[in-house]
Every structure is written in C-alpha cells, then in structure tokens.
C-alpha cells in the first residue's frame, strides 16, 4: 500500500507560504498627496486615485504615494499652495479660486467668451501654454494638470431668466471673488454681499435669486433640488468656468532619478488633461440630467439675447486684460494665444 509524503507536501506548503508572504520592497520614494475634498469626490476617485496608481505600477513599484483627503496632513484649503510650494506636502490638488490672484495668467481660461464649454479643448489648450506663456505662474511647481470643468450656469429660485432683460435687478451669489463677480454684474444682475453657507435653503426661501456655478456642484449642493430653472449661454456653451491645479514640488520633482521623473511625465500630460475634460464634460451633463429630472426647465439665450449676452461678456475680458496690464502681463496677447489653441483643439 502506497503511504503519501505528508512531510514533503508540508515542507512545499511551508516553502510556498513563505515565499508569498515575503514583504515587497519598499519603495524608493514615498509621495505625499493632500486635498481638500473627501474620499467620495471626483476629483478623488477618478483623477488621483488611478493617477496615483499609475504611477506606482509604471515605477515598478519604486514611487508609492500615499494620498490624504480632507486636509488628511493638517492646514485649511487656502494654504495648499503655500504648502506644496514650501515641500511640506509635495503634491496638491486644489481650486484656484482658494487663492484669488496667485494665477494670475492662468485664470483667463475660467473667462466667459475664452471657455466656451468644452473642457477637453480647454484643458488641452492650456496643457500647450503651461511651460511657455503661463510658466511665471508657477515658481518652485510642476504643474502635473491644470484643468476646468465643463462651465457655470445660472441655477435660478422663483424667477426665470431666458433673455437678457431677466438678469435685471437679480441677485446672485457668485462663484467667487474676482471674474465670477464680475460676469454676473455685466448681465446686469447684483452680486450677494453674504455667502450663503446653506445656499439651497437661501435660494428656496428667495434670500437670494440664484446662483451661477457648475451643474455638477450645484447637483453635489443640493442647489439643483432649491432651483425651478437654469439658463445657459447656448447649447453646449457656458458663462465661464472654474480653474483647478494639479501641483508638485518642482525641487521634490527635480530630486526623482531621470526615469522616475519619466514616469510623473509619462502620466501628466495631454492624455491626462483630455481624459480629465471628457470625466467634468460627463459630471455636467449628469447634473443637467439630473435638473430635468426634477422638471426643471434648462433655458439658453437664443437669437438677439445670446448676441447681446456676448457681448456684454466682452466687458468681463475687458476687465481681465486692464487688471493684467497694470500686472506689466501682456493681456492681449495671452488672450488671443489661449482662442486660438482652444480653436484648434476644437477642431481635433
């Protein structure tokens, strides 16, 4: 009768399970990450996670980055700039709106007129001018992406704006300081002196006539359930956009070994910058689903009052290039440079 090697199958098991169980090398280089949103934002879950991913498999395992959310590292939203630029963290992603005129070239694309709605053409345009004519907005950075979401709309409570003449008198909470302000006030709308902490119940109990931000967050606030109706410029095409900043620490970046830095360059560049277009283009056109989902009407200026809206918008850029030339910033040049790209990436 035959009597199984029970020993020797244990020894190969014993050998196996030590074998699977050895610890990986630790990686040469440990990233930090920190940002201001949670875990189930998008920015989270569909650009850093998977960019971070990325980079720890194309590294072979050499780059491991370890990513805190929520201020998970400590500090306030506004000081991410200054934290990435001084190596206490060595990436961000954050708004730019955080920190009103540390971009002060960069934020002509977030213009009414210069983002029209296309965020992949947008993106991509600014990819192109990052390490030319907007490189002085960045000392001690490597900007990783720097990207737009899909546009604002105006997500109004009891009164319907679907010409021009609506905008009268309204008051409006603005997207920020600075062009978001300004856009309103050249429709002929006023801007809100509060900000509105609980802005749904603000624009359903009529202390304010609406907002202008994006579908998406104004889905995210709740503020699309408070609204009856929103207006956009035409189809497909928006009152400017917001600007947001994928930044590493230039020396930390610098520090990599070449094929390392090879790997943060293969991952961030103009694949990532549309891919990040096509993620902000589907998240504003679920949150324009969700509006008429609820019955909302989604109105946008037609004719004569989309002309009149434009031109009106004019004023806004107006206002951008006066501001960056008393800045010694070549506005016009940056402005009819940043057209032109998004043309011929609307093209593509």
Excluded: C
Excluded at 3 to 20: C, E, K, S, W, Y
Excluded at 195 to 215: E, N, T, V, Y
Excluded at 296 to 302: A, G, T
Aim: cysteine-free; charged content about 25%; proline content about 5%.
């Amino acid at each position: 009768m035959h009597i199984p090697n029970h020993r020797g199958h244990i020894l190969f098991a014993a050998l196996l399970l030590a074998v699977t169980t050895l610890p990986l090398p630790a990686a040469e280089v440990r990233l930090k990450l920190q940002h201001f949103l949670g875990a189930e934002s998008i920015p989270h879950r569909q650009l850093i996670e998977p960019w971070a991913k990325r980079v720890e498999t194309d590294s072979g395992g050499r780059i491991a980055v370890e990513i805190y959310p929520a201020m998970g590292l400590g500090g306030k939203a506004p000081q991410l700039i200054d934290q990435v630029q001084q190596g206490e963290v060595d990436i961000v992603w954050t708004a730019a709106a955080y920190t009103p005129g540390r971009f002060p070239r960069t934020d002509l694309f977030s213009l009414p007129t210069v983002h029209r709605g296309d965020p992949v053409a947008t993106n991509l345009a600014i990819r192109e001018m990052l390490s030319g004519a907007l490189a002085a907005d960045f000392p001690k950075l490597k900007p990783l992406l720097v990207h737009v979401h899909q546009g604002h709309a105006f997500h109004m409570g009891g009164k319907e704006v679907n010409g021009i003449d609506g905008f009268d008198g309204l008051v409006i909470r603005p997207p920020g300081r600075g062009i978001g302000a300004w856009t309103i006030e050249s429709l002929g709308a006023e801007t809100t002196k509060k900000r509105h902490p609980k802005l749904p119940k603000a624009i359903a109990g009529r202390q304010l006539d609406g907002a202008l931000m994006s579908f998406n967050l104004a889905e995210s606030m709740g503020v699309i359930e408070a609204a009856r109706s929103h207006t956009i410029l035409a189809e497909e095409e928006f009152f400017g956009t917001s600007i947001f900043l994928f930044l590493m620490n230039e020396a930390r970046y610098l520090a990599l070994p070449e094929e390392l830095r090879a790997v943060i360059e293969r991952n961030s560049g103009a694949e990532l910058a549309a891919e990040m277009g096509r993620v902000w283009r589907d998240a504003g056109m679920a949150g324009m689903a969700a509006a008429r989902k609820r019955g909302n009407r989604i109105n946008q200026l037609r004719g004569g009052d989309a002309a009149a809206a434009r031109e009106r918008l004019q004023q806004v850029v107006a206002r951008w290039r006066e501001s960056r030339a008393r800045m010694a910033i070549d506005s016009d040049a940056l402005v009819e440079q940043a057209r032109q790209a998004i043309a011929r990436h609307s093209a593509d």
